[in-house]
T-cell receptor, first 114, second 113 residues
Framework: DGGITQSPKYLFRKEGQNVTLSCEQNLNHDAMYWYRQDPGQGLRLIYY???????QKGDIAEGYSVSREKKESFPLTVTSAQKNPTAFYLC?????????????FGDGTRLSIL | AQSVTQPDIHITVSEGASLELRCNYSYGATPYLFWYVQSPGQGLQLLLKYFSGDTLVQGIKGFEAEFKRSQSSFNLRKPSVHWSDAAEYFCAVGGGATNKLIFGTGTLLAVQP
């Protein structure tokens, strides 16, 4: 079945440590997105990418980095510069042809601080 | 500024009762509107979408939504709620070449037996 796979489901970070969240899709979608979800705040866009080797900052990019070396993969690194990383992280993808196609979501990764 | 407002943080309804979740948006161009549902610890599932045409759209799980341009609203409705509908519901607006979405803060629905 086609879909978006996020791993791991749960992740713990020590102080000063960088961690990487994986997002893989087999939907052949051009665009991929990373969101952060905090209680009562909805989803906020961290980074997005419309094409391989290109990506743009979203609304809350500070303390995060991404790469897009393959169409299927869009990993997110939470760096030590992100002082409040505890949150639920969601990856999404969508086609860009025809514009305004719905985004499809993975099941998320919950990141906590040790 | 582009924004989505979901005025109700929590709603509790009895099983079998009707449901309406409110969504108001502010968007400079033609809005493309979505409703998503999220079960605890899960990702978001698309319920329905509005791009153009008939302002009453049907979605999955018996949900429907009505686009009212004059009120900048896109409210979600269901005539009879089931216990399995308990979840968090998000309204989103998008548009443009990047297909970026702006989400509301969500409405948490509880269903009483």
């Amino acid at each position: 079945d086609g879909g978006i796979t996020q791993s791991p489901k749960y992740l713990f970070r020590k102080e000063g440590q960088n961690v990487t969240l994986s997002c893989e899709q087999n939907l052949n979608h051009d665009a991929m997105y990373w969101y952060r979800q905090d209680p009562g705040q909805g989803l906020r866009l961290i980074y997005y990418s419309q094409i391989v080797n290109d990506f743009q900052k979203g609304d809350i990019a500070e303390g995060y980095s991404v790469s897009r070396e393959k169409k299927e993969s869009f990993p997110l690194t939470v760096t030590s510069a992100q002082k409040n990383p505890t949150a639920f992280y969601l990856c999404a993808s969508s086609p860009l042809t025809g514009q305004n196609q719905p985004q499809h979501f993975g099941d998320g990764t919950r990141l906590s601080i040790l | 500024a582009q924004s989505v407002t979901q005025p109700d943080i929590h709603i509790t309804v009895s099983e079998g009762a009707s449901l309406e979740l409110r969504c108001n948006y502010s968007y400079g161009a033609t809005p493309y509107l979505f409703w998503y549902v999220q079960s605890p610890g899960q990702g978001l599932q698309l319920l329905l979408k509005y791009f153009s045409g008939d302002t009453l759209v049907q979605g999955i799980k018996g949900f429907e939504a009505e686009f009212k341009r004059s009120q900048s609203s896109f409210n979600l409705r269901k005539p009879s709620v089931h216990w399995s509908d308990a979840a968090e519901y998000f309204c989103a607006v998008g548009g443009g070449a990047t297909n970026k979405l702006i989400f509301g803060t969500g409405t948490l629905l509880a269903v009483q037996p």
